[in-house]
């Protein structure tokens, strides 16, 4: 099987994707989860972000996709400063990014191949004009069998699988990921990362939180390291 085909994305830029600045944020009023947080994912970069259960690694994704807000400090995504933007407009950056969640979040009702679809149907594209695409994906993440079962008769690997094909059909800028390779075995974790690295060499920033120590150190990209809600770069 080759690699999915994609064209590069747009030419680099000397803004990073990302940049989080003397960031604090701590869930309604209790103690502060992330603490002065200093962060710069230039555009193109590749991260794994590791630390131990609790140390705030979903919370700081949280942040990135603006789920949360920080209590204090300053986030930048795409060169923008996300505390002046209005509400409305967060769907508009969230369109720039690939978000892999830990629970999944996917449509039980929708095929494989449709959940797989979905982003590209509302980015406008046609049916006639994705489905090589899709095909491809689900090829690749080895659901090449399962387009037309449903998330609820797939396995836990299966739907982390097929959370990871939706979250990179559409070419995201920002790909941001929580655990993704938790529910599957080590092939297929060596499979996963060779997906994410090769959308990075397409021109993505990538950014995996991971308990995988082992994974994050194979993967040959930088590594961010929290500790007690406090970053630390570890290599
Ligand atoms: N919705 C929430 N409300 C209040 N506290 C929360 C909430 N979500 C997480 N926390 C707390 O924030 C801290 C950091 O949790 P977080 O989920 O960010 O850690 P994590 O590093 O992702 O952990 P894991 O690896 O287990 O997923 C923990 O003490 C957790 O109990």
């Known amino acids: 099987m080759t690699e999915p085909t994609r064209r590069a994305a747009e030419a680099p830029s000397a803004l990073p994707t990302v940049r989080l600045e ?3 944020f701590g869930y309604d009023g209790a103690d502060p989860v992330l603490r002065d947080v200093n962060l710069i994912l ?3 970069s590749f991260h794994f972000l590791t630390g ?3 140390a705030g690694k979903s919370s700081l994704l949280k942040l ?5 807000r920080p209590t204090s400090g300053t986030l930048e995504l795409f060169g923008q400063d996300m505390g002046r933007l209005a509400r409305g407009r967060r769907p508009e950056f969230r369109r720039r990014m690939g978000l892999v969640f830990q629970d999944f979040r996917l449509l039980d009702h929708l095929s494989a191949f449709d959940n797989v679809a979905l982003p590209l149907r509302l980015s406008g594209r046609r049916a006639d004009d994705y489905a090589a695409d899709v095909h491809e994906m689900l090829a690749w993440v080895g659901l090449a069998e399962a387009s037309e079962a449903t998330p609820p008769q797939l396995s836990g690997g299966e739907k982390q699988r097929l959370a ?8 995201p800028e920002l790909i941001l990921a929580d655990e993704p390779t938790g529910s599957v075995d080590s092939a297929m974790a060596t ?8 959308l990075n060499r397409l021109g993505a920033t990538v950014l995996i939180a991971s308990h995988d120590e082992a994974l994050a150190a194979r993967s040959g990209a930088r590594r961010l390291r929290l500790a007690k809600g406090r970053l630390e770069a570890s290599s």
């Open 64 to 68: 990135l996709t603006l789920s949360a």
């Open 42 to 44: 230039p555009r193109g």
């Open 164 to 171: 990871i094909a939706r979250a990179v059909i559409n070419r």
């Open 22 to 24: 003397g960031m604090t």
């Open 191 to 198: 499979r996963l990362l060779k997906l994410f690295q090769s």
């Open 52 to 54: 131990a259960s609790g």
